[in-house]
């Protein structure tokens, strides 16, 4: 029996142990996905943020009908633009052309891409007028999306070494708009492209996420066996004091019977009320309700009381040798009383006895007087000399030093001395008769 609970102390620290690893393992796939979505949440602010900012750039530029930048080698004028009104020269000879919304987001990129960490935007079309705006195929087909309805989209991916995210939001043509996409056939409000935005995505570090969880996994478990260890320890300590084969029972201080172990209800009997019974109830005895009550005696600061009780059960008194130590809460207050009993019953009955015995035997002593020492008797006549010097029959001798008393026969011998003619005769009706 004992390894049977060891086996299954064991098997439940084993399988706490098991439920924490559980529980940290699902706690630590919440906390990186958790990690993941704060993350991309994060990713979609920037980039939305940065898609923004070319909008509003771009608006600007639009509201203007373009802007006039001095021509360069790295800025050529835009060959998809109407040549009327696209390049002009100043008074002074400074020659410009024409950037539309579509060239200045081109450059801007150009240039963002150079300066701010690796940062890439695109503006491209599923109809673009110029060739190297054309899509790529996950923006053909996010771009397809836009067409159904789509606000945007966005996703983290992994190139090489690096981990990026990208962005990608629609175009939605408006009234300025129209001066250079009227001819393409679009009308306010259509999607005519979109623009793509690419960022540098550092996700958070899994090593230290999953050095912390072991960490507090291998503490837990530590705790689990050492904890489970000790209340194992506890219980099995408990169990072999509290489940003893001596009744033992805790009683509140309302003389409620808290718990009794099983020696406890077979000596004083189960019953069916047990979370309300009172003691005084259960084992009535003389000493309840009465100073002598082991409760009221822990209660009045008594450390150990033992005393002697009877306690009436089926109608028959029993006694007992009781022990009572007090219970104490977390602030060495008495909330209660740890009572064992010992069963007594048939000492006392044997004691009984043994004082009856004891008593009848004095009895039959105080009626009984006995001789003692050496009796001068008269070899001839049989009389017996006493203290004073008198000579007396040993009948009346003996009636004064003892309590025996006399009667008296004849001996056949003496019946044949005295009575020779009769002795015969009787003897033999008497059964006696000697040959």
Known sequence: MRRSMMRFAKVRIFVSMGIWLAFLALLMTWVDRDAIRAERQQAFKTARAFFQQILISRAWNASHGGVYVPITERTPPNEYLAPEGRDITTDNGMRLTRINPAYMTRQMGEIAEKSQGGIRFHITSLNPIRPDNAPTDWERDWLETFTQGVNEQGEIFVDGATTWFRYMAPLVTKQECLRCHAQQGYSEGDIRGGISVILPFTSHNRMTLYGGFAAVAVVGLLVIFIGGAMFERKRLLFDATFNSTVPTCVTGTDHTILMANDSYWTEFGACDHAASLKCYEHRPGPACHTDNCPLERIKSGSARYVCEPSKEKDGITRHYIVTAKPLLDAKEKVVGIVESFL???????????????????????????????????????????DDQGYWSQVEAYVARYSEAQFSHSICPGCLKKLYPEFADEILRNAGLNEN
């Not at 048939?346 to 003692?372: F, G, M, P, W």
């Not at 008797?377 to 049989?382: E, G, P």
């Open 343 to 385: 069963d007594i019953t048939d000492r006392k009955t044997l004691e009984r006895e043994k004082e009856k015995l004891i008593a009848e035997l004095q009895a039959s002593l105080e009626k009984v007087k006995t001789l003692s020492g050496l009796i001068p008797i008269c070899a001839s006549c049989k009389q017996v000399r």
